[in-house]
């Protein structure tokens, strides 16, 4: 099912703009390429809007918020929502400040998204409008497990319901949701929240699958499956690179394989090791 998502974005390979932030930029790019796509990082708003007509997607990241990056996010949404094009927002460290929720919390009533992909305790700063996040990491009571799952899917569907748009929960277990349908993803490595930037190179390729999925001359997949189709890659890529690591390698290599798996990934061995349900 994923496969398709993935070839659509190596036969397309869309222009992606991302306005992210600076941790993570280079990683973003790398990762934008080793699927098959092509990144353009611009922030400044005298160019934001131009960029972003250019582009197949666009990507926002809240990471690292300034004056200025605030201003290029509202040129370059309002730019891609007059064109239509896909748009997918990081809400990087929602709840964690009142900046950065009322900025996500803004930009997501302003602007059609088409995606918004975070963690549990992200998501739910933007549902309520809360500052009690640790950080850019999720909160201990926020992690989705088996446990709590069927309450967490339902909460993400209702989310996405409510907000018009698909949403991805990443995490131990990884929720996608457009408020019809929800998939429940179980690839991926815990060791994966030791590397910086993880999760932003994940919404580069979601937006990239989304845009290549809106393009594709195959016909679309669907949204909820495009994104599904990035997060069950990065969670497989995670274990390939995991389980490539030698002895005396640590997170800096990890990275570097997580990059080189996605490169290597084959639509066959994503939908050969894939596991998801659909609730």
Do not use: W
Not at 32 to 49: F, Q, R, W
Not at 163 to 184: C, F, K, P, Y
Not at 199 to 227: E, P, R
């Amino acid at each position: 099912m994923f496969s398709k998502c993935l070839e659509n974005v190596r036969s397309k390979a869309p222009l992606v703009h991302c306005i992210t932030n600076y941790v993570t930029v280079n990683d973003v790019a790398n990762v934008i390429l080793a699927c098959g796509a092509s990144p353009v990082m611009a922030d400044d708003p005298c160019e934001a809007g131009d960029i972003t007509a250019i582009c197949d997607g666009l990507c926002v990241n809240i990471g690292t918020l300034n004056s200025m990056t605030i201003e290029a996010m509202r040129v370059a949404c309002a730019r891609a929502q007059a064109l239509k094009h896909p748009m997918v927002l990081d809400p990087v460290g929602a709840g964690a400040s009142r900046l950065r929720t009322d900025t996500a919390r803004k930009l997501l009533d302003n602007y059609d998204f088409t995606a918004v992909r975070g963690n549990m305790s992200e998501i739910k700063a933007l549902a309520s409008g809360s500052n009690d996040t640790r950080g850019v990491d999720c909160s201990g009571l926020d992690a989705v497990c088996k446990d709590n799952l069927d309450d967490a899917v339902g909460f993400v569907s209702g989310f996405a319901a409510r907000e018009n748009l698909t949403v991805a929960v990443t995490g131990a277990i990884d929720i996608v949701s457009d408020g019809r349908t929800s998939i429940a993803i179980y690839n991926g490595r815990p060791e994966m929240g030791r590397i910086t930037g993880t999760g932003c190179q994940l919404s580069g390729m979601t937006t990239a699958c989304v845009a290549a999925d809106m393009i594709s001359d195959a016909g679309s997949a669907g949204t909820v499956f495009a994104v599904a189709a990035a997060v069950s890659s990065m969670g497989v890529c995670g274990e390939t690179a995991y389980a490539n690591l030698k002895e005396g390698e640590g997170n800096a290599t990890y990275r570097n394989r997580i990059i080189d798996a996605i490169y290597n990934l084959s639509g066959e061995e994503l939908d050969g090791r894939c596991r998801y349900e659909i609730r």
